[in-house]
């Protein structure tokens, strides 16, 4: 089985500045890694993933998370926020082979203006 | 290309009521999940389905929750009856690829 531990659930941060949200994994095979965000009364989108290769990978809004395998960790970070980050943020995992997602609790990043 | 599609958006329900939940997939999608996502918690997958058929159902309570899918397309989730600790966001989900799920905006279920 597989868990996810997402320590902060919540995350103040001026706007401009830079932001990590930390995700720790457990599990006992090979895991696919993701990153999902959820805006204020949407679904979940996905924001990154890491399935093999290199282990740094960025989204399309400046977003960039870095699977650290010796950790078990997969870390996402931005280096200047906007006001339209404000969101959720939400860590999964799932074992090759499985396509059950595993989320960790959430973290709400607010900023601050 | 329109998303995944659930309704209702909303849902307030006297306990012991019975409420269902439709959702429509992306099209061509074969893989169809039901998920829970309880107040400050992440989403919990309830039942997957490959095509028509339920792949992994270990996580529903089956005493009383109860889902179909027809024709590999359409799913309906059911509760019956609902109990004050079903409150929560039903996710609808759908994907192609093992690695790629897409959401819907989900329901919103009060039980009073």
């Known amino acids: 089985a597989q868990s996810v531990t997402q320590l902060d659930s919540q995350v103040p941060v001026f706007e401009e500045a830079p932001v990590e949200l930390r995700c720790n994994y457990s599990?006992?095979?090979?895991?696919?890694l993701f990153w999902y965000v959820q805006y204020p009364n949407q679904g979940l989108q996905l924001l990154l993933k890491y399935l093999s290769g290199s282990t740094l990978v960025e989204s399309i809004n400046g977003f960039e998370a870095e699977f650290n395998k010796s950790q078990t960790s997969f870390h996402l970070r931005k280096p200047s926020v906007h006001i339209s980050d404000t969101a959720e943020y939400f860590c999964a995992v799932s074992a090759f082979g499985n396509e059950k997602l595993t989320f960790g609790t959430g973290t709400r990043l607010t900023i601050i203006p | 290309e329109a998303g995944v599609v659930q309704s209702p958006r909303y849902k307030i329900i006297e306990k012991k009521q019975p409420v269902a939940f439709w959702c429509n997939p992306i099209?061509?999608?074969?893989?169809l999940y039901w998920y829970r996502q309880n107040l400050g918690q992440g989403p919990e997958l309830l039942i997957r389905?490959?095509?028509?058929?339920?792949?992994?159902d270990s996580q529903l309570p089956k005493d009383r929750f109860s889902a179909e899918r027809l024709k590999g397309v359409d799913s309906t989730l059911k509760i019956q009856p609902a109990e004050l600790g079903d409150s929560a966001v039903y996710l609808c989900?759908?994907?192609?690829?093992?690695?790629?799920?897409?959401f819907g905006q989900g329901t919103r279920l009060t039980v009073v």
């Open positions: 989900a759908s994907s192609l690829a093992p690695t790629e799920a897409f």
């Open positions: 389905y490959e095509n028509e058929e339920a792949v992994d």
């Open positions: 599990s006992s095979v090979s895991v696919y």
């Open positions: 099209s061509g999608h074969n893989t």
